[in-house]
T-cell receptor, first 115, second 111 residues
């Protein structure tokens, strides 16, 4: 049973560039959420996708955008990268029918470093 | 809004010592509560959960009891091992789309 998989594992970019991170949810899951975890902090919710639409968004600027594909996989795009975007980006998947009370399953994350 | 507060770290213990990591929460509804663990260089792993008041979650010797009257979900383990060294996150979901995390508590266990 494949868990949540993310790619790439590590990425180095420079300020102003754009980046795309990818996520495949756990088998059978239909909802994907993205989180940003800065060094020494807890993960912060970016947004969640279900049925290829953004359902809820956290307090992140429009430079952060996403997409969900018919196979439930998802991408996170960040434009005009800033030094402060350096973080571990975590993808989490779940089932919409659990009504939000069951835990999300997390991938190992993509470590993004901005130079 | 909903939030989670957990004790600051780092917590340093000797092997076989008793562990407590305090966690309190604020939520408008009746949240589910979780403890996640993060080992160096890895993502988050669910350690245990409790979905209603007075539930006790347990896993790998760790326990936490959902206390609605004190809005707490403290993590305990009777005898820690070096392999328990990690960062522990208390978290909640209140029927919405997102998990809300505390800031994390780093645990160091010395042999």
């Amino acid at each position: 049973d494949a868990g949540v998989t993310q790619s790439p594992t590590h990425l180095i970019k420079t300020r102003g560039q754009q980046v795309t991170l990818r996520c495949s949810p756990k088998s059978g899951h239909d909802t994907v959420s993205w989180y940003q975890q800065a060094l020494g902090q807890g993960p912060q919710f970016i947004f969640q996708y279900y049925e290829e639409e953004e359902r809820q968004r956290g307090n992140f600027p429009d430079r952060f955008s996403g997409h969900q594909f018919p196979n439930y996989s998802s991408e996170l795009n960040v434009n005009a990268l800033l030094l402060g975007d350096s973080a571990l980006y975590l993808c989490a998947s779940s089932l919409v029918r659990d009504r939000g009370y069951q835990p999300q399953h997390f991938g190992d994350g993509t470590r993004l470093s901005i130079l | 809004g909903d939030s989670v507060t957990q004790m600051e770290g780092p917590v340093t213990l000797s092997e076989e010592a008793f562990l407590t990591i305090n966690c309190t929460y604020t939520a408008t509804g009746y949240p589910s509560l979780f403890w996640y663990v993060q080992y160096p260089g890895e993502g988050l792993q669910l350690l245990l959960k409790a979905t209603k008041a007075d539930d006790k979650g347990s896993n790998k010797g760790f326990e936490a009891t959902y206390r609605k009257e004190t809005t707490s979900f403290h993590l305990e383990k009777g005898s820690v091992q070096v392999s328990d060294s990690a960062v522990y996150f208390c978290a909640l979901k209140a029927g919405g789309f997102k998990t809300i995390f505390g800031a994390g508590t780093r645990l160091f266990v010395k042999a």
